[in-house]
């Protein structure tokens, strides 16, 4: 299981949880209560299920940060259960953490003012003893943490093309995942490549960078949510860098694809310099994450085509 919310760059903050009520007031009463700030960065480079990334600390004394590792927790309540440890030769060799966490339910939709910003909260582990700052870092203490993503930095108007290219309606083909030639010979049957066509729905609601909508054939549909991802370079629309996606599409409780779970991932296609009528296609890879009764492969390429 993987959801496209947790990716990305996070503003984190743990607590400490023997600090007295009362006393201080003000930004120094957030100062001694704050344990640690600092910027969580997280991908699913190898799998849907597992994490990698870093944590880094914005003080002189900690510019070394920690190496992240983890998967990704199933259920109901989407989250994260990773181990931190410090770069040999560096400020934090030696160093573990234990971060547990899930994302929070969101007020958007509710409050027509509230901003639809992943959360995630939970608690970090010291695991191992460490010289941090003095008295030593005991192993085994606990704190409360709270981790906010923080917005993308929006592209210039250079680049607003992004929402408009993802908006929309897409004619969607995935393929079978096998390099055997099928049209050698004359076609023995319909759809001998073909896996699935579909109704492919995309929209922006609140951000450039935000997709959700819903994938739809015959009798069936699941629940898009994603984002859109920028790369360095950024994108200009002429050639460059790709501009990728995250989707999680989920069926809904009571309909006929209730438990079923699939992600999408890829790239909007390059537009060319010279074209004819070229239209905007997504390109990428999408895998049944909870069985349902298939048989087809579980990995698929597919290519959507917008309307």
Do not use: C
Request: glycine share 12%.
């Amino acid at each position: 299981m993987s959801t496209p919310e947790l990716a990305g760059s996070w503003t984190f903050r743990s607590f400490n949880p023997a600090y007295p009520a009362g006393g201080q007031s003000g930004p120094q009463r957030e100062l001694d209560l704050m344990r640690a700030e600092a910027e969580l960065r997280l991908e699913h480079r190898t799998s849907p299920t597992t994490l990698e990334g870093t944590i880094e600390w914005p003080t002189p004394d900690r510019p070394e940060g920690l190496v992240l590792e983890g998967n990704v927790l199933e259920g109901e309540l989407r989250g994260l259960e990773i181990v931190g440890t410090g770069r040999p030769g560096t400020g934090t060799a030696g160093w573990e953490y234990r971060y547990h966490g899930h994302l929070l339910p969101s007020g958007a939709g509710l409050v027509a003012a509230v901003v639809d910003r992943p959360i995630l909260g939970g608690s970090v582990l010291r695991a191992k003893a460490h010289n941090g700052s003095p008295p030593r870092s005991p192993a085994g203490e606990v704190f409360s943490f709270i981790a906010v993503k923080q917005q993308p930095v929006p592209p210039p108007p250079s680049q607003q093309f992004l929402t408009s290219e993802f908006a929309g309606l897409w004619t969607y083909r995935s393929f079978l995942n096998d390099p055997t030639p099928v049209y050698k010979t004359a076609p023995q049957g319909e759809n001998e490549l073909i896996l699935q066509e579909a109704d492919f729905k995309l929209e922006t609601p609140t951000n450039w960078w935000t997709l959700r909508g819903k994938i739809e054939w015959p009798d069936r549909f699941l629940d898009l949510q994603g984002e859109v991802r920028l790369f360095d370079p950024p994108p200009t629309g002429e050639g460059g860098e790709p501009v990728g996606f995250q989707i999680m599409g989920t069926g809904r409780p009571g309909t006929a694809t209730a438990g079923w779970e699939y992600h999408y991932g890829g790239y909007l296609t390059r537009h060319w310099e010279d074209r004819v009528a070229q239209r905007p296609a997504l390109v990428g890879t999408v895998i049944r994450v909870k069985p349902h009764g298939e048989v087809a492969p579980a990995v698929a390429p597919f290519i959507a085509v917008k309307q």
